[in-house]
């Protein structure tokens, strides 16, 4: 229940939402991507190479999940192996740490080509345009990106004057067919608020499609930042429980 402003309060406590899984489903879908946007492009000297990585991050209508960072990084070095194929480029995937060294004699030049898929290219880190740097003794040429492989949803939460980004990592919410499971998403963002400002600072009440962000009396709390996320979630970018006196 919202406070009425005529209690005289000027925080209510609680801000009030309303799920859309139509809307939420739609974005997750949209995260999943089209094939072409998985396909990454490099040029080494004068040839081409591209690895399509959908298959890597993505299992039918859903996101692939892995039971090690080790399984996944063999993967990602696997497929981009095959692709670098007889350019003399050596791929090392470890920890996360993507690593393109080529050290033919001269060195040849790693770019990364502006063709390539917004999705593949996030996924490993690297930016579209971006080459490869000499090594100090001028013998070899290696470019390098950071894995990120997590799809997530998120929004930033402000408790009192604290901002913080609150996230859902999408393989927690998705159904098999890559619908947005209604339970669980609010137990992911229940773990994404406890994760962000502490256990049960902002807590989510719910009752079928309609939830609340809950804190305890006094607490100022706002939502912001991902406005399609928001509206799919019944809110507004800069939503909070504080009633204008």
Request: no cysteine; glycine share 10%.
């Amino acid at each position: 229940t919202n406070s009425s402003s005529s209690s005289g309060a000027k925080v209510s406590g609680k801000m009030a939402g309303e799920i859309d899984i139509e809307a939420l489903s739609k974005l997750a879908k949209e995260q999943l991507g089209e094939n072409g946007e998985y396909k990454v492009q490099f040029q080494v000297g004068d040839k081409t190479v591209e690895a399509d990585l959908r298959d890597v991050f993505v299992d039918g209508n859903s996101f692939r999940s892995f039971s090690s960072i080790s399984q996944r990084d063999a993967a990602i070095e696997e497929k981009l192996t095959e692709a670098f194929s007889g350019t003399g480029v050596k791929v090392t995937v470890k920890d996360g740490a993507v690593n393109l060294v080529n050290s033919d004699d001269p060195p040849k030049t790693i770019s990364v080509s502006t063709d390539s898929g917004a999705i593949g290219l996030k996924r490993l880190g690297l930016a579209a345009g971006a080459h490869s740097s000499l090594s100090s003794s001028k013998k070899s040429s290696g470019l390098s990106g950071k894995v990120n492989e997590v799809p997530e949803f998120s929004f930033s939460v402000t408790l009192d004057d604290l901002k913080k980004d609150v996230k859902m990592d999408l393989r927690d919410v998705l159904n098999a067919d890559g619908s947005v499971d209604l339970e669980k998403f609010k137990t992911s963002l229940q773990k994404g608020l406890d994760n962000a400002h502490g256990k049960n600072q902002v807590r989510v009440i719910s009752s079928g499609n309609g939830f609340e962000l809950s804190v305890s009396d006094g607490r100022k709390v706002m939502v912001d930042g991902n406005s399609p996320l928001l509206g799919a979630m019944g809110m507004e970018n800069g939503q909070s429980n504080r009633i204008e006196m």
